[in-house]
């Protein structure tokens, strides 16, 4: 048989940023193949809605209410938890501004979000997948196009994003010949609450779309999906690599 399918049996999925978006659909695409799901978000009704939708269809999740950001905090949360096989790293956001008129609060802030608390994140993981190393571990780092190419207002989270796949090269290396294998999955522009809002401006939406050459944004679906393949081991000899689902943009 050569058609490897995603079973995600048995396996324990750490999910940041699990309350909306593209995080709430890895949450279900998780559960969906199998995996016991750990859902983390600051948002306690966003994890009561996503456990509700989870538990209809007879999947397991655990809900974890914190903020990403807050270290001692994080850390006293995942020290309940025993196993974690697979980290979708996916906390995040983005305040477009003007190069010449970012505030040092939100150049602060995206970069203690999107960059250092990943980092916190993925080294508490680590350390629990190393304890329990015959247990394959796989590390999703949740990049964007803006990680391989730049673009206008969006200075900040690009630097970010650079950092993340940054990361993902330097743990692949450091941690591939100890059972975790790590990438990123790089999306475009993805119909979640957040990009709705911006596309609120319809010539910036006119923008986007004329830059993807398949002429459409990509759904939260799309991402979960390709999250679910890298968590697998359908892609057990992926690592150190990056999945750009973007419509065909940075192939330009």
């Known amino acids: 048989m050569y058609l490897q399918k995603i079973n995600l049996k048995n396996k324990y999925a750490l999910v940041t940023g699990a309350g909306k978006g593209i995080g709430r659909a890895c949450c279900l695409a998780l559960s969906e193949g199998g995996a016991t799901v750990i859902a983390l978000s600051r948002t306690a009704s966003d994890l009561d809605k996503l456990e509700k939708e989870i538990k209809k269809k007879k ?4 809900k974890i209410q914190c903020d990403v950001m807050n270290y001692v905090d994080l850390q006293e949360k995942l020290k309940r938890i025993k196993i974690i096989d697979i980290l979708v790293n996916n906390a995040g956001t983005n305040i477009p501004e003007p190069f010449e008129k970012i505030k040092q609060q939100n150049m602060n802030y995206l970069v203690d979000l999107n960059l250092k608390a990943a980092f916190n994140v993925a080294q508490l993981v680590v350390k629990k997948m190393l304890k329990n190393k015959k247990r394959p571990g796989s590390i999703i780092n ?22 993340i796949e940054g990361l993902t090269k ?3 290396i450091e941690f591939a010949k100890k059972n975790i294998r790590v990438n990123s999955v790089a999306p475009t522009f993805v119909e979640t609450p957040m990009i709705k809002r911006f596309f609120k401006n319809k010539k910036f939406k006119k923008m986007v779309i004329g830059k993807i050459p398949m002429g459409k944004i990509a759904t939260d679906s799309d991402i979960a999906t390709t999250v679910c393949f890298l968590a697998s ?20």
Do not use: C, E, P
Not at 244 to 252: K, M, R, S, V
């Open 170 to 172: 330097g743990m692949s």
């Open 59 to 62: 999947g397991k999740i655990i």
């Open 142 to 163: 949740m990049s964007s196009q803006l990680g391989h190419v730049g673009m206008s207002g969006r200075n900040i989270y690009i630097m970010t994003k650079f950092g």
């Open 233 to 252: 081991s359908a892609s057990s000899m992926i690592t150190g690599s990056s999945i750009l689902i973007d419509g065909g943009w940075t192939a330009q």
